[in-house]
C-alpha cells in the first residue's frame, strides 16, 4: 500500500469511529507513526509503505478509533508556544487556558513569586515564569504521577519550578502575589455527557468539581487570602456558565473583580485583588 492510501485508509477509519478531526488526526498520526514531514510525504506518497510503517500506524489508528486522545498517543501538546509531555495522568493543555495565562502576565513583574493550585502537566505555571522575566513559582497537585509529568515538563523547557504534592494549600507555605488556578470544574454528572476523548480518557480527578462543580472554587476563593501578599491577585479560570457564581464567592474576599472571555466570545476567566 502506498503512503497516500494508508492516509486515506486512516482518515476513513477515524471518521467512521466518530472522530471529529479526522483529517487531521489521521495526518498527524501517520506524520508521529513513519514518521514522515509534511514536505517529504508530498514528495514520497507514490512509495510503497514499509511493513513497520503499516503496523506502526495501525496501532495507533486502533487506539484513536476507541477514542483515545490524539495527545495521549504522540505525547505532547503546544501551548502558549511551549511543547508540554503530556500522559493520561494529565489533563491535555487546551486553547482557552492560554487566556488564563495571558491575563495573568498582564500582572506580573520581575521579582513576583506565583501560585498554581492543580498544576497538571504544569502547562499554566510553566508558561507564566518562561514568559514573565524574574519571576518565580510553586505548583502542586494532589497527583503525584500528574506532578512526574509537571516536573519534566519543567527540566525539558528549562525553566525552573518548585512542585508540591498537596491538597490545594494544604502543604503550601510563604506567601504569593499571583495565585492562579485552573481547578476540576464540571459537575459531576455532566462529565458522562462530555466527549469520550475527555469522559473516558483524560483523568477524572482533573475534571470533576462535585455536584455543582465548584468544590474547588469555594475552597481556592476561601483559603488564598491567607496566601497572597499585599495587592495580590487570584486568576481562575471557569466553566463557561460560572461566572456569576464564582465571582459571587471571590465578592467576599476579593476586590476589582473581572470576568474575561475566551476567543469563542464565552466566559473562561475571572480575577480580582485581594482585599487589603
Ligand atoms: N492546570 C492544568 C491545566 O490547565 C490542569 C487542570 C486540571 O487538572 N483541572 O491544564
Not at 102 to 121: A, H, I, P, W, Y
Not at 179 to 198: A, D, K
Request: aromatic share 8%.
Amino acid at each position: 500500500m502506498t503512503l497516500a492510501l494508508l492516509l486515506k485508509a486512516g482518515e476513513d477509519r477515524l471518521r467512521s469511529a466518530g472522530v471529529g478531526e479526522w483529517r487531521t488526526d489521521a495526518w498527524m498520526l501517520l506524520e508521529y507513526a513513519l514518521p514522515v514531514t509534511r514536505k517529504d510525504y508530498l514528495l514520497e506518497r507514490g512509495r510503497q509503505a514499509a511493513s513497520e510503517e503499516y503496523t506502526r500506524y495501525e496501532a495507533l489508528l486502533e487506539k484513536r478509533s476507541r477514542r483515545v486522545p490524539l495527545q495521549y498517543l504522540t505525547g505532547c501538546q503546544e501551548f502558549m508556544g511551549l511543547s508540554f509531555d503530556v500522559s493520561p495522568d494529565v489533563l491535555i493543555p487546551r486553547q482557552d487556558t492560554e487566556i488564563l495565562v495571558e491575563e495573568c502576565l498582564k500582572f506580573m513583574r520581575s521579582g513576583m513569586r506565583v501560585l498554581d493550585l492543580c498544576t497538571g502537566s504544569g502547562c499554566i505555571l510553566l508558561s507564566i515564569l518562561k514568559l514573565a522575566q524574574g519571576t518565580e513559582g510553586v505548583g502542586t497537585d494532589l497527583s503525584e504521577r500528574a506532578l512526574a509529568v509537571a516536573r519534566r515538563n519543567g527540566e525539558r523547557l528549562g525553566i525552573h519550578a518548585e512542585w508540591l504534592l498537596s491538597d490545594l494549600f494544604e502543604v503550601v507555605g510563604g506567601s504569593f502575589d499571583r495565585i492562579v488556578s485552573n481547578p476540576p470544574y464540571i459537575p459531576t454528572e455532566v462529565i458522562r455527557t462530555l466527549e469520550p476523548e475527555v469522559q473516558k480518557h483524560e483523568p477524572r480527578m482533573a475534571l470533576d468539581g462535585g455536584a455543582d462543580g465548584l468544590t474547588f472554587y469555594r475552597k481556592i476563593t476561601e483559603q488564598s487570602p491567607r496566601y497572597l501578599r499585599n495587592g495580590g491577585m487570584l486568576f481562575l479560570e471557569i466553566g463557561s456558565e460560572q461566572a456569576g457564581e464564582v465571582s459571587a464567592l471571590m465578592e467576599t474576599h476579593f476586590t476589582n473583580i473581572r470576568i474575561v472571555k475566551d476567543l469563542a466570545g464565552l466566559d473562561r476567566v475571572v480575577y480580582g485583588t485581594v482585599r487589603a
